[in-house]
């Protein structure tokens, strides 16, 4: 810690593109408690642009230096999911805190094997399931508790992966191949389960899954080549959750002309719909409806001004990891335990391996 604030050090960081130059760095340097002090890219040129673009003290090529950076506290991991196993272990091994961006692992036993390997080396850990601090999700979450609809007896909800469509930018190619763990299923479905599970503050227990894929193609739009889609585009899953609910999900590829969100939450006094202009909460502009009691249909809800939780002006996306990092400043100050962590990663990762199972062999799989 240097000046009252955590330095971090972000692997895989690139001056105009990347997670880690739209969504961490606005983050982190609209942050009261952080501080970038340290960057990798594998060409030290790349590097040291970023470096410079963000006013980071130190541009390191190899993920090495930047784990001996002694200004260093926390390691942000942000490259694409086949490296995250190395990079992770390495920077647990050195001792560092990690923030790792979902998915934790390419698969399930590589996300079990890193949250055992920092609970063996005792260190803290965040995993990027940022969509859980969008304050729409968190507004219903509370009228949830509060009785709104009383008990939920089910819910519906429709998708859009964005990925998965006719037309791909090239630097989502790498998504489309089913061995590298970042297809439509491993990201957009698993930040919507993960955020309904947290909203209705209950996992899902049992599903019974079909996964497709029905689009075989995709055009790269830089370069107008044709690549083959070898992930499912189409998952349909319906279960029972802890709490007694039955949910039901569908999700397709790319982007719908009709609806790309909406999760409906039917309960025994009332209703609520959070829809969404993107695929799933905290990249579109989102709205809640709801109606209670004798109302005959829903209406616009309008959300009270102390759900927002990062005041500085940024975009949506790095709003939501803004909030995570400020959810992670207060459990550090306060000893709570609020940020989704590598426990809550293996968690979703059993889910998505019982919904590929499912699928795989026609049987319903239990959690």
């Known amino acids: 810690m240097k000046n009252g604030k955590i330095g971090v050090g972000i692997i895989g960081v690139h001056p105009s593109r990347g997670w880690a130059m739209t969504a961490h760095l606005p983050a982190l340097k609209a942050s009261p408690d952080f501080e970038v002090v340290a960057l990798t890219n594998l060409d030290p040129d790349i590097a040291s642009k970023a470096a410079l673009k963000f006013n980071v003290p130190y541009a390191f090529q190899l993920h090495e230096d930047l784990l001996a950076c002694p200004d260093v506290d926390w390691v942000v991991v942000t490259v694409k999911v086949p490296y995250h196993f190395e990079l992770v272990s390495a920077a647990i091994r050195s001792g560092k805190s990690v923030y790792c961006e979902w998915p934790l692992g390419n698969g399930l036993q590589e996300a079990v094997e890193l949250e055992q390997l920092a609970q063996k080396y005792k260190v803290q850990t965040v995993v990027g399931l940022q969509s859980r601090t969008t304050p729409e999700v968190n507004f219903i979450r509370d009228l949830i508790r509060d009785g709104y609809v009383g008990e939920v007896l089910s819910v519906s909800l429709i998708g859009s992966g964005m990925i998965g469509g006719a037309m791909i930018p090239e630097q989502f190619v790498y998504t489309l191949n089913s061995k590298n763990g970042a297809g439509m299923i491993n990201v957009a479905f698993a930040h919507v389960i993960d955020t309904v599970s947290y909203m209705l503050d209950s996992g899902i227990i049992e599903v019974v899954a079909t996964l497709d894929s029905r689009r075989k193609t995709a055009q ?148």
């Open 220 to 367: 790269i739009i830089e370069t107008e080549a044709i690549v083959a889609i070898e992930t499912p585009d189409q998952i349909a899953v319906s279960g029972k959750m802890k709490s007694g609910s039955v949910i039901s999900a569908h999700f397709r590829g790319g982007l719908s002309r009709g609806s790309n969100f909406r999760l409906e939450i039917n309960g025994t006094q009332g209703d609520l719909i959070l829809t969404s202009s993107l695929g799933y909460p905290g990249l579109g502009e989102t709205k809640v409806q709801g109606a209670q009691g004798k109302a005959a249909a829903v209406q616009d809800i309008k959300m009270p001004q102390n759900y927002k939780t990062v005041d500085a002006d940024l975009e949506i996306m790095a709003t939501t990891v803004a909030s995570n990092y400020a959810l992670l400043a207060a459990d550090l100050k306060n000893g709570t335990k609020t940020v989704p962590t590598f426990a809550d990663a293996v968690k979703l990762h059993r889910l998505i391996f019982a919904v590929e199972q499912s699928a795989a062999t026609g049987n319903r799989q239990h959690l």
